[in-house]
């Protein structure tokens, strides 16, 4: 997958860093994103020179591609009823909340690998299966 994909779907609001001369300035989302979004952007968020020291960023963010999770309409399809109410307590719990839990449903917050590796354990150590719980998947840093 291309980077300007990868980058895009991190959204507008990311803080960019057009700091030259950072030795990891290849290697950080935030001066990827400089790089791709930087003419479409005339103000907002960007790291600040001082946060440069010996060479190392305080706010360096390692270009790491991750698989998110985006919507899960159907999570709750193949769940009995006398499991339904604690499995969907525990799953709002592991994405952090009753308003958080309902976004992530809908596809407006993605899920992370680690959670989505927390709710596929839950719904195993129910006996369900956890090949299909999300609408679809997403790239991004």
Known sequence: MENKELIKNLGTNITVCFLEGCPKA????RHLAYEMLG?????????MPSSLKDGRCELFYEAVVRRYAKGAQRMFDEVRVKHYGTMKEKVKGILGGRTSYYRCLRGEKL???????RIADLFKSYGYDSDKLYDEYVYSY
């Open 111 to 117: 899920i992370t690998e680690e959670q989505q590796q």
């Open 39 to 47: 003419d479409q952007k005339a103000c907002g968020s960007t790291v």
């Open 26 to 29: 290849g290697q950080c989302v």
